[in-house]
Structure formats: C-alpha cells, structure tokens
C-alpha cells in the first residue's frame, strides 16, 4: 500500500452483480493520489454499491480495481484498513442521543485500540491522550467543524445539529484515522445550493491536502473525476431493492 495519505484510484471494467442482476458494471476509473472522484448518478442506480466496493466494504463480481497498489477484491481487506467512510447510511449513522464530544471521543479510543497508525506513533514522545487530542482537533479543522460555534460546544447532541454539521461531524469522525481514501454517501442530498457549495468546497480541501476523496452525489462538480452509474432497471424502487440484495448478498464491513 502507499503511504496513509494520497492513494490512487483505478477501476477497469469494474463490476457487481447481485441475485437480481447488475447493481453497477463497466465502471472505468483512473485518479491520482489527492483526487476529488465523484460518483454521480441517480438514486437507486448503485453509487453507494460503488462507494463501498472502491472501500473495500463490497465484493466486486467483475473486473479489477486498484486503490494504493492494493488490488480488489484480493486485498480488501488492506483497502478497508487505508480507507474511511462518511455519511453513509446504515453504516456510519450517529447516534441522535450523543453529543458531539462523545463522539469524538468515542473514536478516539477505538483508534487507540485498533487503529494500526496511531498504535505505531504512540512510540513517539507523544502521550496517547496528546495524541487523540491531536488526531481530533486536526480532524474537527480538516472538516470546518468549530466546535465553539455549536449551542452547547461539545456537549451538543446529535440530534441538534444542522444538516450540514451532522455531515461535518460524519466527515471529522472518519478523518479521526488519517485515511488514505475517504468515501462520502449523499454529499448533496436534502442540500442548498449554497450548502451544497460548502459541501464540495470542504472535499476539495481534503483532497487537496492529500486524502483521496470519492464522493457520491446527484451532480458532479467542476474539477472532480466524475464516475458516472446507472441504473439497470425502469424504477429507482427497484433498483433500491437491487442495492440491498447486493449488500446482503455480498457483506459490508
């Protein structure tokens, strides 16, 4: 694998199929390290299939991907180790009744715990409190989350933040980790325009510091890799129902 920041992305003929048919196929893809990717298309047409394949979350059925030198679906499981995700529903969701310190911490320590990186820094001079406490503030700005600016600072609950503090908040908990690849569900679902702005404003950021970034969206901004999907049957209701056979079928993590 590369180094914890900055891997590439590459996908040839790159496909899942599902007990119901093909959630996404013929995905072709080539993006450096720091790229912003963006997985556009309709609801319902496999980009969060996608998403969580190009993660390592997902086991493809056709064709190869590469992210970092790791190939999939032979190394997934060092692709999940490199990589982070976001905002995706039904496997990041906060929980409404923490507030946003608890959170916080509660990553910390299961960084502590099973994070591979920060057991290895933790040989440094730094304490490993210091250190969490470096990893969450470094994570909170990357993220353009200020806790200060929030009613009840840390000790906000969840189910009081704004929409786009909540997703703020998703983006800062999986960056806790220093990923390579950061994956990020609905980036403009139930947005403003002028949300939506600050939204692909803080990914290209990311990106730009480093951290590849592949976002899952409507429309694709200006500047980004866009990766387009599309739905293979006639309703998004049926392809929502495609997307939860594949997730059965294949597992997540």
């Known amino acids: 694998m590369d180094g914890p920041h900055g891997l590439g992305v590459t996908a040839s003929d790159f496909g899942l199929e599902g007990p119901r048919g093909w959630v996404f196929r013929g995905v072709g893809l080539d993006a450096g390290p720091g790229s912003l990717i963006a997985v556009a298309g309709p609801s319902g ?9 190009l993660t390592g979350r997902m086991r493809s059925t056709e064709g190869t991907a590469t992210v970092g030198g790791a190939t999939l679906p032979r190394q ?7 990589s982070a995700l976001a905002h995706v529903p039904g496997v990041t969701d906060l929980d409404p009744a923490l507030t946003v310190g608890e959170h916080l911490l509660e990553r910390a320590l299961l960084q502590r ?91 290209k950021s990311i990106a730009q510091s480093g951290t590849t970034v592949v976002a899952v969206c409507g429309e694709a901004p200006d500047g980004a890799v866009r990766v387009s999907t599309r739905p293979t049957h006639h309703t998004s209701e049926t392809d929502d129902k495609e997307t939860a056979d594949a997730l059965a079928e294949t597992g997540r993590s």
């Open 113 to 203: 715990r099973f994070g591979g990186s920060l057991k290895d820094s933790l040989r440094g001079p730094l304490r490993p409190r210091a250190e969490g406490k470096l990893r969450i503030d470094s994570a909170l700005a990357a993220a353009g989350l200020d806790r200060e600016a929030l009613p009840k600072g840390s000790r906000t609950a969840v189910r009081d933040l704004e929409r786009l503090e909540a997703l703020r908040l998703s983006v800062a908990l999986a960056l806790v980790g220093r990923p390579g690849l950061l994956g990020v569900d609905d980036t403009d679902l139930k947005l403003s325009d002028a949300e939506r702005a600050e939204v692909w404003a803080l990914l």
């Open 45 to 53: 047409s496999g980009r969060t299939c996608l998403l969580l394949a």
């Open 76 to 82: 997934m499981a060092a692709v999940r180790r490199a």
